[in-house]
Protein backbone atom coordinates (compact mmCIF):
# COMPACT_ATOMS: atom_id res chain seq x y z
CA UNK A 1 0.00 0.00 0.00
CA UNK A 2 0.70 3.63 -0.28
CA UNK A 3 3.18 5.07 2.48
CA UNK A 4 2.60 8.33 4.43
CA UNK A 5 5.46 9.44 6.88
CA UNK A 6 5.21 11.97 9.95
CA UNK A 7 8.33 14.22 11.37
CA UNK A 8 8.94 14.09 13.94
CA UNK A 9 7.66 10.68 15.42
CA UNK A 10 7.61 12.21 19.17
CA UNK A 11 8.32 15.74 20.51
CA UNK A 12 8.54 17.37 24.04
CA UNK A 13 8.05 20.88 24.54
CA UNK A 14 7.72 23.93 26.87
CA UNK A 15 5.00 25.58 27.48
CA UNK A 16 4.03 28.34 25.11
CA UNK A 17 6.58 27.16 22.54
CA UNK A 18 5.08 26.48 18.92
CA UNK A 19 5.63 22.74 17.24
CA UNK A 20 5.28 22.39 13.55
CA UNK A 21 4.27 18.37 12.31
CA UNK A 22 4.89 17.20 8.42
CA UNK A 23 3.29 14.84 6.82
CA UNK A 24 4.33 13.51 3.59
CA UNK A 25 2.69 11.07 1.37
CA UNK A 26 5.63 9.05 -0.03
CA UNK A 27 4.54 7.25 -3.04
CA UNK A 28 1.96 9.07 -4.20
CA UNK A 29 -0.19 12.48 -4.96
CA UNK A 30 -2.76 13.21 -1.81
CA UNK A 31 -5.32 16.21 -3.00
CA UNK A 32 -6.24 15.93 0.42
CA UNK A 33 -5.24 15.91 4.00
CA UNK A 34 -6.61 15.11 7.26
CA UNK A 35 -5.31 15.49 10.70
CA UNK A 36 -6.83 13.44 13.65
CA UNK A 37 -5.49 14.07 17.44
CA UNK A 38 -6.36 10.99 19.95
CA UNK A 39 -6.21 11.49 23.85
CA UNK A 40 -5.00 8.20 25.97
CA UNK A 41 -7.76 5.34 25.86
CA UNK A 42 -9.78 7.62 22.98
CA UNK A 43 -10.42 7.01 19.58
CA UNK A 44 -9.21 9.19 16.73
CA UNK A 45 -11.01 12.70 16.29
CA UNK A 46 -11.32 14.80 13.20
CA UNK A 47 -9.84 17.86 13.56
CA UNK A 48 -9.11 19.05 10.28
CA UNK A 49 -9.83 18.71 6.27
CA UNK A 50 -6.83 20.24 4.14
CA UNK A 51 -6.80 20.63 0.57
CA UNK A 52 -3.96 21.04 -1.36
CA UNK A 53 -3.80 25.09 -2.27
CA UNK A 54 -6.72 25.99 0.07
CA UNK A 55 -7.55 26.47 3.52
CA UNK A 56 -8.27 23.75 5.49
CA UNK A 57 -11.59 23.11 7.02
CA UNK A 58 -11.93 22.70 10.75
CA UNK A 59 -14.13 20.45 12.85
CA UNK A 60 -16.29 22.22 15.66
CA UNK A 61 -14.57 22.92 18.13
CA UNK A 62 -11.00 22.82 16.46
CA UNK A 63 -9.76 26.61 16.96
CA UNK A 64 -8.15 27.32 13.37
CA UNK A 65 -6.02 30.36 14.55
CA UNK A 66 -4.18 27.55 17.59
CA UNK A 67 -3.22 24.80 14.89
CA UNK A 68 -2.29 25.98 11.55
CA UNK A 69 -2.36 23.66 8.82
CA UNK A 70 -0.21 24.44 5.26
CA UNK A 71 -0.98 22.14 2.60
CA UNK A 72 1.39 23.65 0.14
CA UNK A 73 1.64 21.08 -2.30
CA UNK A 74 -0.12 17.68 -3.19
CA UNK A 75 2.98 15.07 -0.71
CA UNK A 76 2.93 17.64 1.98
CA UNK A 77 0.95 19.12 4.70
CA UNK A 78 2.10 20.61 7.70
CA UNK A 79 0.42 20.77 11.59
CA UNK A 80 1.58 23.68 13.61
CA UNK A 81 0.29 24.10 17.33
CA UNK A 82 1.31 26.79 18.31
CA UNK A 83 1.54 28.21 22.08
CA UNK A 84 1.38 24.61 22.80
CA UNK A 85 -0.02 24.31 26.02
CA UNK A 86 -0.18 20.90 28.68
CA UNK A 87 -3.68 20.31 27.59
CA UNK A 88 -2.76 19.97 24.37
CA UNK A 89 -0.04 17.03 24.71
CA UNK A 90 -1.57 14.03 22.75
CA UNK A 91 -1.28 11.65 19.60
CA UNK A 92 -1.35 13.70 16.11
CA UNK A 93 -2.82 11.39 13.08
CA UNK A 94 -2.33 12.40 9.33
CA UNK A 95 -3.99 10.88 6.83
CA UNK A 96 -3.52 11.66 3.20
CA UNK A 97 -6.50 10.24 0.79
CA UNK A 98 -5.48 8.81 -3.00
CA UNK A 99 -8.44 8.68 -5.12
CA UNK A 100 -9.13 6.94 -8.02
CA UNK A 101 -8.41 3.24 -9.51
CA UNK A 102 -9.31 0.50 -8.04
CA UNK A 103 -10.20 1.75 -5.15
CA UNK A 104 -10.20 4.83 -3.02
CA UNK A 105 -8.44 4.86 0.78
CA UNK A 106 -6.70 6.71 3.49
CA UNK A 107 -3.80 6.13 3.84
CA UNK A 108 -2.61 6.72 7.95
CA UNK A 109 0.63 7.83 9.17
CA UNK A 110 2.69 6.10 12.06
CA UNK A 111 1.39 9.33 14.58
CA UNK A 112 3.47 12.46 16.58
CA UNK A 113 3.70 12.19 20.13
CA UNK A 114 3.54 15.69 21.13
CA UNK A 115 4.40 16.23 25.40
CA UNK A 116 3.91 19.65 26.08
CA UNK A 117 5.63 20.27 29.84
CA UNK B 1 -22.30 9.15 7.77
CA UNK B 2 -23.95 6.40 9.46
CA UNK B 3 -23.29 5.11 12.91
CA UNK B 4 -21.62 2.23 13.90
CA UNK B 5 -21.95 -0.14 16.84
CA UNK B 6 -19.09 -2.63 18.04
CA UNK B 7 -18.71 -4.71 21.40
CA UNK B 8 -15.95 -2.76 22.96
CA UNK B 9 -13.57 -5.90 23.58
CA UNK B 10 -13.01 -9.11 22.54
CA UNK B 11 -10.79 -12.38 23.57
CA UNK B 12 -9.26 -14.84 20.70
CA UNK B 13 -7.06 -17.53 20.70
CA UNK B 14 -4.09 -17.90 18.95
CA UNK B 15 -4.32 -19.81 15.65
CA UNK B 16 -8.23 -19.42 15.87
CA UNK B 17 -10.35 -17.29 13.89
CA UNK B 18 -11.38 -14.13 14.94
CA UNK B 19 -15.24 -12.62 13.91
CA UNK B 20 -15.85 -8.87 14.99
CA UNK B 21 -19.23 -7.68 13.97
CA UNK B 22 -20.50 -4.58 13.74
CA UNK B 23 -23.73 -2.93 13.18
CA UNK B 24 -24.93 -0.31 11.23
CA UNK B 25 -28.59 -0.29 10.69
CA UNK B 26 -28.78 2.93 9.29
CA UNK B 27 -26.70 2.31 6.23
CA UNK B 28 -27.97 3.91 2.91
CA UNK B 29 -27.29 2.53 -0.22
CA UNK B 30 -24.53 4.33 -1.41
CA UNK B 31 -22.61 3.89 2.18
CA UNK B 32 -19.40 1.62 1.96
CA UNK B 33 -17.92 -0.64 5.22
CA UNK B 34 -14.41 0.18 5.86
CA UNK B 35 -12.75 -1.64 8.32
CA UNK B 36 -8.74 -0.17 10.13
CA UNK B 37 -7.31 -1.52 12.56
CA UNK B 38 -4.89 0.64 15.14
CA UNK B 39 -2.40 -1.40 16.78
CA UNK B 40 -1.07 0.55 20.14
CA UNK B 41 0.77 3.86 19.13
CA UNK B 42 0.80 3.49 15.66
CA UNK B 43 -1.17 5.16 12.81
CA UNK B 44 -4.42 3.25 11.67
CA UNK B 45 -4.24 0.41 9.28
CA UNK B 46 -6.47 -0.44 6.66
CA UNK B 47 -7.63 -3.86 6.00
CA UNK B 48 -10.81 -4.01 3.71
CA UNK B 49 -13.63 -2.81 2.29
CA UNK B 50 -17.15 -3.61 0.66
CA UNK B 51 -20.43 -2.12 -0.38
CA UNK B 52 -22.60 -4.96 -0.45
CA UNK B 53 -21.18 -8.35 -1.65
CA UNK B 54 -18.57 -10.18 0.81
CA UNK B 55 -14.94 -9.74 0.08
CA UNK B 56 -11.44 -11.40 1.21
CA UNK B 57 -7.92 -10.36 0.72
CA UNK B 58 -4.68 -11.52 2.14
CA UNK B 59 -5.56 -10.06 5.80
CA UNK B 60 -9.17 -10.52 6.21
CA UNK B 61 -12.96 -11.57 4.92
CA UNK B 62 -15.67 -9.40 5.06
CA UNK B 63 -19.35 -10.62 5.61
CA UNK B 64 -21.78 -7.99 4.37
CA UNK B 65 -25.40 -9.22 5.61
CA UNK B 66 -28.04 -8.98 3.10
CA UNK B 67 -30.06 -5.99 4.75
CA UNK B 68 -26.82 -4.62 4.90
CA UNK B 69 -27.40 -3.56 8.79
CA UNK B 70 -24.28 -5.42 10.10
CA UNK B 71 -21.09 -7.17 9.09
CA UNK B 72 -18.32 -9.38 10.76
CA UNK B 73 -14.64 -8.89 9.65
CA UNK B 74 -12.91 -12.68 10.07
CA UNK B 75 -9.29 -12.89 10.53
CA UNK B 76 -8.70 -16.41 9.91
CA UNK B 77 -6.04 -17.86 11.84
CA UNK B 78 -5.54 -15.06 14.59
CA UNK B 79 -1.86 -14.25 15.49
CA UNK B 80 -0.37 -12.15 18.85
CA UNK B 81 0.37 -9.89 16.57
CA UNK B 82 -3.10 -9.04 15.63
CA UNK B 83 -4.18 -7.73 18.76
CA UNK B 84 -5.34 -4.43 18.30
CA UNK B 85 -8.52 -1.44 17.74
CA UNK B 86 -10.20 -2.45 14.84
CA UNK B 87 -13.03 -0.08 14.01
CA UNK B 88 -15.47 -0.62 11.71
CA UNK B 89 -16.74 2.73 9.61
CA UNK B 90 -19.19 3.35 7.54
CA UNK B 91 -18.19 6.27 4.51
CA UNK B 92 -20.45 7.78 1.44
CA UNK B 93 -17.26 9.14 -0.03
CA UNK B 94 -15.99 6.12 -0.75
CA UNK B 95 -12.91 6.43 2.02
CA UNK B 96 -12.56 10.06 1.48
CA UNK B 97 -14.36 11.26 5.11
CA UNK B 98 -13.69 8.66 8.39
CA UNK B 99 -15.17 9.16 11.58
CA UNK B 100 -14.01 6.69 14.03
CA UNK B 101 -16.40 5.54 16.91
CA UNK B 102 -15.00 3.38 20.29
CA UNK B 103 -13.99 0.13 17.81
CA UNK B 104 -13.28 -3.25 19.16
CA UNK B 105 -10.11 -4.07 21.52
CA UNK B 106 -9.09 -7.35 19.90
CA UNK B 107 -7.42 -9.43 22.55
CA UNK B 108 -5.18 -12.25 20.90
CA UNK B 109 -4.29 -14.54 23.69
CA UNK B 110 -1.85 -17.68 23.77
Known amino acids: GAVVSQHPSRVICKSGTSVKIECRSL??????MFWYRQFPKQSLMLMATSNEGSKATYEQGVEKDKFLINHASLTLSTLTVTSAHPEDSSFYIC?????????????FGPGTRLTVL | DAKTTQPPSMDCAEGRAANLPCNHSTISGNEYVYWYRQIHSQGPQYIIH???NNETNEMASLIITEDRKSSTLILPHATLRDTAVYYCIVTNNAGNMLTFGGGTRLMVKP
Open chain 2, 50 to 52: GLK
Open chain 1, 27 to 32: DFQATT
Open chain 1, 95 to 107: SAYASGGAKNEQF
